[in-house]
């Protein structure tokens, strides 16, 4: 039997490279999802390739009312909610801290932190007593950190105490909740932000390579597994 065989995911940052290898992952294991994104271009494409399993929806993390719709949109098309990925994220930019521009620090944290956690709270609801399986991508350095990366850091940190508050709240209800940590990515997002001879392994990750990690742990190969934070970098943070 498949993996997630009857299973709904709803997938944050559906339209970019992480969530669509995702998503695909999802199908090919028997999931519905919904793809949530402001991409609407790159949810379609992919959206066309996935066919009846997949729905889209235009979808601003930073706004509840997007968020709660996207959730919606599970229960009323697919029947219900068993799976999220928050994984909808922005870098912002370079800067010392002395130096690092409030009004992009502050954007960084609204995708990134409260995206995550609007993600978190209407996910958690929709899924009732159970049981579910949410995932929330982080980063390396919300692990580690490296300098003129402070909006970044500080909120791929944060999202990992989200998570492990979620996740205690969660488990009287069999809903796990994980953090996943990837190095860099060979997409546009992570392009030239690491250079790979700081990768042990030599490289940067391909999107099905962190695809593979997030269905481990929405599936029940990881049903004793909440409050954790995969890495999946390549041994940058070792």
């Known amino acids: 039997m498949a993996r997630l065989d009857g299973r709904v995911a709803l997938i944050t940052g559906g339209g970019g490279s992480i969530g669509g290898a995702t998503a695909r992952a ?77 009004d992009v620090f502050d954007d960084v944290m609204a995708v990134n932190v409260r995206g995550s956690f609007l993600v978190c709270k209407h996910a958690m609801a929709a899924m009732g007593d159970g049981p579910g399986a949410i995932v929330i991508n982080s980063s390396v350095v919300g692990l580690t950190a490296a300098p003129g990366i402070l909006a970044y850091a500080t909120a791929k940190h944060a999202l990992v105490g989200l998570m492990r508050t979620a996740a205690h709240e969660g488990a009287k209800k069999a809903i796990r909740v994980n953090t996943i940590h990837p190095g860099p990515v060979a997409n546009d997002f992570r392009a030239g932000t690491r250079e790979r001879h700081t990768i042990p392994l030599g490289r940067h990750a391909r999107p099905e390579e962190v695809a593979r990690s997030v269905l481990y742990l929405a599936s029940a190969q990881s049903s004793f597994t909440t409050g954790s934070t995969l890495v999946v970098d390549g041994g940058m943070s070792a």
């Open 26 to 102: 999802f199908v090919e294991e028997g999931a519905k999802v919904v793809l949530a994104d402001l991409d609407e271009e790159g949810m379609a494409a992919l959206a066309a390739d996935l066919g009846d399993a997949a729905v889209t929806v235009r979808c601003d993390v930073t706004d509840e009312d997007a968020v709660a719709n996207a959730v919606r949109t599970a229960v009323d098309r697919f029947g219900g909610l068993h799976v999220a990925f928050a994984n909808a994220g922005v870098f912002g930019t370079h800067h010392s801290v002395a130096e690092y521009p409030v």
